[in-house]
């Protein structure tokens, strides 16, 4: 499903128009990336949780020459599915 297909099940759901759709879908979707950056948590009961991981540095090798190289520190984002989004898919 693309952005667009979800911004059009929205509006046939809620039975709002697309433009008012597109403007909920983005306001959700900016207010969790928004919220994740700063570092909080956005849980969402049945859905999942959104939350960002802390990557510790570490050594890698580089695989062309198996030369040592130094892996920086890294946050990214993470997903866990809750307990509803599981069993809806099992």
């Known amino acids: 499903m693309t952005k667009g297909e979800?911004?059009?099940?929205?509006a046939k759901k809620a039975g709002l128009k697309n433009t008012e759709a597109t403007k909920a879908v983005?306001?959700?979707?900016?207010s969790?990336?928004?919220?994740?950056a700063k570092g909080n948590d956005v849980r969402l009961v049945g859905f999942g949780t959104f939350s960002v991981v802390k990557?510790?540095?570490r050594q890698g090798r580089n695989p062309r020459t198996g030369a040592p190289l130094?892996?920086?520190a890294s946050k990214a984002p993470k997903f866990r599915p809750g307990k509803?989004?599981?069993k809806a898919v099992a």
């Open 55 to 57: 990557r510790a540095a």
């Open 84 to 86: 509803e989004f599981k």
């Open 70 to 72: 130094k892996i920086a």
């Open 6 to 10: 979800l911004i059009s099940a929205v």
């Open 26 to 30: 983005e306001a959700v979707l900016e």
């Open 32 to 36: 969790v990336i928004k919220a994740v």
